[in-house]
């Protein structure tokens, strides 16, 4: 079974600059969470989805930062325009509803550098 | 609030030999889940070991265990015969029902298993 792919692996961009990434959730995960993670910290939570609804967004910081997620399966993340704090870790992970034990299998992530 | 605490940053220990991470947690919830989460170098998160909280059994997978103190709010891992393999950020973390399965993780410990 393949588990959760993420792209780009990293990605270095100038400050103001924008940029995305793309999540591809394991198949039939009905459940889509895209974490940040700064150096040396745990992961924090920036979006769930439930399908394709948003349900929790509320550390999104919604000036710049916008995700979608499309029919319900693939995701992508967006910063526009990318400032220097910015640079961080992105992972996504995916669950299955039916385990409600709340199991979360995470992508490799991606590591983006603003200069 | 939710939070998790670990208050070991670092850790060391000889291989085959037996180490514990410390991790303990606030919640005024009743019934919840808890993982220790653990990330190699290469950055892929994955889930070591989970206890429900209705349960009173310590979970145990192979090696590793968990000690779980639900008064005291207290969650360590014990990691028996160190491996090599081992070596990696250990993350503990909390959800619920209430939290939509979204994880809040601690800062981290950094577990170095030397030959």
């Given at each position: 079974e393949a588990g959760v792919v993420q792209s780009p692996r990293y990605k270095i961009i100038e400050k103001k600059q924008p940029v995305a990434f793309w999540c591809n959730p394991i198949s039939g995960h009905n459940t889509l969470y895209w974490y940040l993670q700064n150096l040396g910290q745990g992961p924090e939570l920036l979006i769930r989805y439930e399908n394709e609804e948003?349900?929790?967004?509320?550390?999104?910081?919604?000036d710049r930062f916008s995700a979608e997620r499309l029919k319900g399966v693939d995701s992508t993340l967006k910063i526009?325009?990318?400032?220097?704090?910015?640079?961080a870790v992105y992972l996504c992970a995916s669950s299955f509803e039916g385990d409600r034990g709340y199991e979360q299998f995470f992508g490799p992530g991606t590591r983006l550098t603003v200069l | 609030a939710q939070t998790v605490t670990q208050s070991q940053p670092e850790m060391s220990v000889q291989e085959a030999e037996t180490v514990t991470l410390s991790c303990t947690y606030d919640t005024s919830e009743s019934n919840y889940y808890l993982f220790w989460y653990k990330q190699p170098p290469s950055r892929q998160m994955i889930l070591v070991i989970r206890q429900e909280a209705y349960k009173q059994q310590n979970a145990t997978e192979n090696r590793f265990s968990v000690n779980f103190q639900k008064a005291a709010k207290s969650f360590s891992l014990k990691i028996s015969d160190?491996?090599?393999?081992?070596?990696a950020m250990y993350f503990c973390a909390f959800t619920s029902y209430n939290q939509g399965g979204k994880l809040i993780f601690g800062q981290g410990t950094e577990l170095s298993v030397k030959p």
């Open positions: 948003a349900v929790d967004d509320s550390q999104l910081p919604k526009q325009p990318a400032e220097l704090g910015d640079s | 160190s491996q090599l393999g081992d070596t």
